[in-house]
């Protein structure tokens, strides 16, 4: 069974830094790319930051500057470093992982998700 866990949820300081971590086990397929996602019960479920297997980034504006995506070696744990955090910032903050291989049989692709982690940013 693929599982995704997240951690480093938790309360922080506007201003202060917090770090995510994700961890993807159980998977057979190649991991094309990880990223971070939030949700807040006003706004959609969002891109905030995702990383290839060749290191290429992308954020979201609204983070540009402020948070960093890892993924050391193209393995299986990413991290998002946030830094000067704002209340506008809290969120649930979702793992995602893309994947694509062959089984043997078929080829497969698709997402990954973990389940969720709270992050509260308090002014």
């Known amino acids: 069974q693929v599982q995704l866990v997240e951690s480093g949820g938790g309360f922080v300081q506007a201003g202060g830094s917090h770090r995510l971590s994700c961890t993807v086990s159980g998977s057979s397929f190649t991991i094309n790319a990880m990223g971070w996602y939030r949700q807040t019960p006003e706004n959609q479920r969002e891109l905030v930051a995702i990383i290839t297997s060749g290191g290429s980034t992308n954020y979201a504006d609204s983070v540009k500057g402020r948070f960093t995506i890892s993924r050391p070696n193209a393995e299986n744990t990413a991290y998002l470093q946030m830094n000067s955090l704002k209340p506008e910032d809290t969120a649930v903050y979702y793992c995602?992982?893309?994947?694509?291989?062959?089984?043997?049989?078929?080829?497969?692709?698709?997402?990954?998700w973990g389940q969720g982690t709270q992050v509260t940013v308090s002014a």
């Open positions: 995602n992982a893309q994947y694509e291989g062959y089984d043997g049989t078929y080829y497969e692709d698709g997402d990954y």
